[in-house]
């Protein structure tokens, strides 16, 4: 054996699979891999197979810096074929920040519905969380999904959920390291014209249990909560507008750990559907002037609330072909770092440069001759290894 | 000056400040252990000389603080992991146990970037490791993740 072979033999005996060097090393090099890499690297060997399936090396992953730094993005288009609504859940396996290179473009994506089954009207990206999606339809049917690892998970139903009744929230707990997924639901019992009491009652849903769990207080609150929330520091965020019709409109919060909800105030100068979460702070985006927009700077301090001009309202003001609506109704999805915005509407997802004045299109509606899918949803996630299942 | 002797008896004398980015050895420093010539018994002299060369060029640019000091480093990192396969599987070795992080990570990432679009078989023959899955069991895991392997 001469000294190269020899050498290479002392590394492989040393890196043999049942050493702890050896796994420890291996670790450090597997995190770094594309998440496809990770999972087809789980028939090497049971050594292997192993470390790659403990949830523990799925939490590393997720947390290591450039985990976190790179997006993707969901859409569900939404369509009419045939008489039939036709809907379909493309994940786009291309980080965002490739496509802003001037080489970078090509969305590889595949279409998800057809995996899981029928899903009824109205089928909502909730919200993504640590690379997981929350995907809920009008049938109060609920999946999380992990489209990097390509699993699902079909939450039991829950009985007591009235169809169509719920408002959905979903988010993660750290202290006890549990995914959830909250439903509001109000309920009206109408006595007589003059006796009509509002109760709303809140279900949270724990995957770490697999269990549904019902949180006792049934609360007077003559609330209307938009139907989705925003999940952030904690919290499922809804808007809230209520039924006496001089009353502002508010934030609705539920704090996932403490099972509590609070109220924040929210500016009222124009109509507002949803709260997202820009560049990690509360942001709305006005529904009939897209312009109009309000960045909470500092979480929960009501004062905080900036009216910023929204950053692309010059391609708005650019756009004199009034046929050309490509940025007719952009909703701000979120900003990939300083200079990157990424818009979408029913039409386009945009990826917006600022410091540069450009914009680049990732993924236009498909129109082909009668069919006409329009983009109902659109969420960011991040590629991670984190299981959509129950830890049984 | 600090002096170390690699397990095949070369010695190389280093700067004190490029010694402690070798934590195992600061640590041997701070504890008192370490006489003048410090024995580093799992690292060949090739390999050692290796590791000063990058601990070396590190703390040099460490005092440089612009873009185009930082983008010259990066350039040095990648020229500096073109090495045979052995050579890499060595430095990582030696930069674990003499724990020099970036050093760590540099190669690991090399490796990384090398192996991410190869076969199970193809890593098999890498890092000579044995297939303990039976023929179905192997087919089993296949099968659950086909589109991984696509």
Known sequence: ?392 | MITFKSYDGETFDIDETVAVELKTIKHMMEDGCAGNEIPVPNVTGKILAKVIEYCKKHVESGKAEDQAASDDLKAWDADFVKVDQATLFDIILAANYLDIKSLLDLTCQTVADMIKGKTPEEIRRTFGITNDFTPEEEEGIRRENQWAFE
């Open chain 1, 1 to 392: 054996m001469n000294v190269e072979e020899g050498r290479v033999d002392r590394f492989k005996k040393t890196v043999s699979p049942t050493s702890e060097l050896a796994l420890e090393i291996m670790e450090n090099i597997l995190l770094r891999l594309p998440v496809k890499s990770v999972i087809r690297f789980k028939c090497v060997c049971k050594a292997w197979h192993t470390l790659i399936s403990d949830p523990y090396f799925a939490k590393t992953h997720l947390r290591l810096p450039q985990t976190q730094a790179r997006s993707r993005f969901c859409i569900i288009e939404d369509g009419e074929r045939d008489e039939h609504n036709y809907m379909v859940i493309r994940a786009f396996t291309e980080d965002c920040e490739a496509f802003s290179d001037e080489t970078g473009g090509g969305s590889l994506a595949f279409d998800y519905l057809s995996d899981i089954g029928n899903f009824k009207r109205e089928v909502v990206l909730l919200d993504s969380c640590d690379g997981l999606l929350c995907i809920v339809d009008l049938g109060g049917k609920i999946v999380l999904w992990n489209p990097s690892t390509r699993q699902y998970y079909q939450l039991p139903r829950n009985p007591d959920i009235r169809e169509g009744c719920g408002c959905y929230g979903f988010g993660y707990v750290s202290s006890s390291d549990d995914y959830r997924v909250v439903v509001v639901t109000s309920l009206i019992n109408i006595y007589s014209k003059l006796l009509v009491d509002y109760k709303t009652r809140v279900d949270v849903f724990s995957l770490k249990s697999n269990k549904w769990k019902r949180i006792q207080k049934e609360e007077e609150k003559d609330t209307g909560l938009i139907k989705y929330a925003t999940f952030l520091h904690g919290a499922a965020h809804w808007i809230a507008y209520y039924n006496k019709p001089y009353d502002d409109p508010k934030i609705v919060a539920f704090d996932l750990e403490k099972e509590q909800f609070r109220e924040m105030a929210m500016p009222n100068d124009e109509e507002y559907l949803k709260v997202r979460v820009v560049g990690g702070c509360l942001c709305l985006n006005g529904y009939n002037d897209p312009t109009k927009m309000w960045v909470m700077k500092q979480y929960g301090i009501d004062t905080s609330w900036t009216k910023i001009t929204a950053p692309y309202t010059s391609i708005l003001r650019r756009s004199n072909d009034i046929m050309n609506q490509q940025f007719y109704n952009c909703e701000l999805l979120d900003t990939l770092n300083d200079d990157l915005l990424l818009l979408f509407n029913l039409q386009k997802l945009t990826l917006y440069d600022q410091k540069k004045n450009t914009y680049k299109y990732l993924y236009e509606k498909r129109m082909w001759f009668e069919y006409d899918y329009d983009i109902d949803h659109a969420s960011l996630y991040v590629e991670t290894l984190v299981s959509p299942h129950p830890q049984l």
